[in-house]
Nanobody
Framework: QVQLVESGGGLVQPGGSLRLSCAAS????????MGWYRQAPGKQREFVAT???????NYADSVKGRFTISRDNAKNTVYLQMNSLKPEDTAVYYC?????????WGKGTRVTVSS
């Protein structure tokens, strides 16, 4: 079992930056692939970025070059650095931990990009 708690969301102007954090507890963090997903109002949840236990990363085309996912296994935390934010990045961002058939989700943190 893994418990995930996201933080770092908020209101930011277009072009601004935010760093999201996801703190994990309850299991061996380093063996999980970690991901960020988002759900905008009226839309389905979508993939944003993932990082494997071996630090390989993958990004949605919509965020490539603007977002960076990273992990600190010593702190049991995964981060999402978001730069050059756009209004279309507005969503609730969810953290995910996955390994084999197991998948765990946090409750999300809201990001609003607006002037």
């Amino acid at each position: 079992q893994v418990q995930l708690v996201e933080s770092g969301g908020g209101l930011v102007q277009p072009g601004g930056s935010l760093r999201l954090s996801c703190a994990a507890s309850g299991s061996t963090f380093s063996i999980y692939a970690m991901g960020w997903y988002r759900q905008a109002p009226g839309k389905q949840r979508e993939f944003v970025a993932t990082i494997t236990s071996g630090d390989s990363t993958n990004y949605a085309d919509s965020v490539k070059g603007r977002f960076t996912i990273s992990r600190d296994n010593a702190k049991n935390t995964v981060y999402l650095q978001m730069n050059s934010l756009k209004p279309e990045d507005t969503a609730v961002y969810y953290c995910n931990a996955a390994r084999t058939v197991y998948s765990y989700w946090g409750k999300g943190t809201r990001v609003t990009v607006s002037s």
